[in-house]
């Protein structure tokens, strides 16, 4: 309410409605706010209408001005709301065309965006689309040596930054190292070749499990 003092003591509206930040002029709050500060001070402190708007740089008519489309507005919303939550990818495009093309409201698409930044539809964040995975099938839990061995290859660098490879089989049941093999190149090939050493009749393992895969045998 200083504002309105300030203009009934003499002062220019101009200097009343802009605050001075750092000797820069700073423009207040948007018509509607002002409006409805203006009516406030009207209706709580008693100030004539026309001090009211020169303190808050509206004019008169912006004062006695009433909505006449506030239902249709509200139903507008309405809609708005249930179709960015029926149809999270829509944006206002495909809202503003269904609701003119399907529900056949004859309002332009200025005011729909006005509603549409009102309830802040415009701030709002579009989901992923996340790729579904297959979940992997459970190992399987071995009830006694040489029935489950899995196997895998490792990899490192040297010093001298030569990369070498490492091929590991274990058993599942006590976790026994059954072999290890390191060299600089293991092709795909080689894995039938390198794993019969370790690999005797007597303890041929029941199944090879490789990759969350297990192979019978």
């Known amino acids: 309410m200083d504002a309105v003092k300030r203009v009934e003591a003499g ?3 101009p200097d009343i409605c802009r605050d001075r930040v750092g000797g820069a002029r700073k423009k ?3 018509p509607s706010h002002r409006r409805e500060m203006a009516k406030r001070a009207v209706s709580e402190c008693g100030v004539c209408i ?3 708007c020169q303190a808050f740089a509206i004019s008169e008519s912006c004062f006695r001005y009433e909505r ?3 239902a249709e507005n509200t139903e507008v919303a309405n809609w708005l709301l249930r179709l960015t939550d029926n149809h999270r990818n829509w ?3 495909l809202c503003y065309l269904y609701l003119r093309n399907i529900r ?3 309002c332009n698409h200025k005011r729909v965006y006005r509603i549409y930044k009102e309830l802040e539809l415009n701030l709002r964040i579009k989901p992923r689309k996340r790729l579904v995975r297959d979940k992997p099938e459970a190992l399987t839990v071995p009830e006694g040596i040489n029935q489950v061995w899995s196997m895998d290859f490792m990899h490192d660098q040297l010093e001298d930054g030569r990369t070498f490879r490492l091929f590991h089989v274990i058993d599942d049941f006590n976790r026994e190292a059954i072999g290890m093999e390191v060299d600089f190149s293991l092709p795909s090939e080689w894995r039938e070749t390198a794993r019969e050493p ?3 009749a007597p303890d041929a393992a029941a199944a090879l ?3 969350f895969v297990t192979f019978e045998r």
Do not use: E, T, Y
Request: hydrophobic share 45%; net charge positive; proline share 4%.
């Open 209 to 211: 499990s490789f990759d």
């Open 91 to 93: 944006g206002f495009g």
């Open 28 to 30: 207040v709050v948007r």
């Open 198 to 200: 370790h690999n005797p």
């Open 68 to 70: 006449k489309l506030d």
């Open 11 to 13: 002062f220019a509206v």
């Open 104 to 106: 056949g409201f004859k």
């Open 50 to 52: 026309r001090v009211a």
